[in-house]
Each structure stands twice: as C-alpha cells, then as structure tokens.
C-alpha cells in the first residue's frame, strides 16, 4: 500500500486539473493508496481568501471539500513532529540555507509529519522550499542520523502516473 501526504499545491492541482473528477476517484477507489492530511495543510486551504472563485465557485471550500473527500486519517502537530522540524531547520541553516524558520516551518513539518508517521511519499510541486535542494539534503542528512526512513517526493505529474492517468 502507497501512504501518501498531499501538500497544499497539490489539492489545487487536482481541482485545476480538467479530470478531477477523474482523479479524485482513482485515489479514493484505489485499495492500495491511502491519503493522510495533516492539520497544518487543512489551515492553510482554509487560510485561502473567502472570495477567491474557480469557475463560479468558492475555491476555498472546493479545496476543503477535496480535502476532506481524499483523506483517510488526519495527523495533529505533535511534539515529535516540532523537535524533527526544528533538526530539519538547525540542518537547513548549517548547509548554508538562507530562508527564515518561519519561511520553512509549515514546510518542514509536513516533511516531519510524513516521517514521524513512515508514510511512503509526499507529493509537493514546491520546488523552492519543501523540496529545494539544501531541504531535501537537511531532510536526509537528519533522518540517516536519526534512523529514519525518508519519504520519496512527488511531483503532481508523477502522483497521476502513480494512480494509472495518462498525461
């Protein structure tokens, strides 16, 4: 079974995408995906200004509706998910990385989360800070320390690949 994280770029991309109802039921058909959310993306779909519209509708509750339609399980913050966000963070800065912690803190806890609860891939289209090249180092460097496994990313093409869509 794929155990996947969804970052918040991604519920846009499948409601954007012209087969989402496609998509969307492909992942919650699919026996051997499971989506989990994390309270941290679910407030930053609903953080998304009220009058924002996609095709006559709210975009904001279009994407708390997927949201809630593609997730099995929510993961809440923890202490364990703070403490491996903030080694990410201490990693990231030692590298040479530039951006603040609060640039990168939702970023990298989604990264924690994901690890903390061994979920095989995380699908992000950030390719500047979830998934830039001296975070991706941090999230190795830190997990190899610390014996844990490390998330594969993808990007949305590869997550439409993953659930059988042809591009």
Known sequence: MLRLMLDT???SFIAEDKNVKEIVVKI??????????YKLIKEEIKNIPKNRK???????????????????????????I???T???YEEFKKLGGKRSFNDLRIDFEIV??????????IASDDEKTLKGNISLQAYKNVNIRNKLRIPSFYNFVD???AIGLSL
């Open 159 to 161: 997550l439409k690949k």
């Open 112 to 121: 924690a989360c994901a690890t903390i609860h061994n979920l095989d891939v």
């Open 54 to 80: 996609f095709q006559n509708h709210k975009y904001r509750t279009l994407l708390i509706n997927l949201y809630n339609d593609l997730i099995k399980e929510q993961y809440n913050e923890s202490p364990n």
């Open 28 to 37: 919650k058909d699919d026996k051997d995906l499971k989506v989990y959310g």
């Open 86 to 88: 903030e080694l990410y």
């Open 82 to 84: 703070t403490k491996l």
């Open 9 to 11: 770029n991604i519920y």
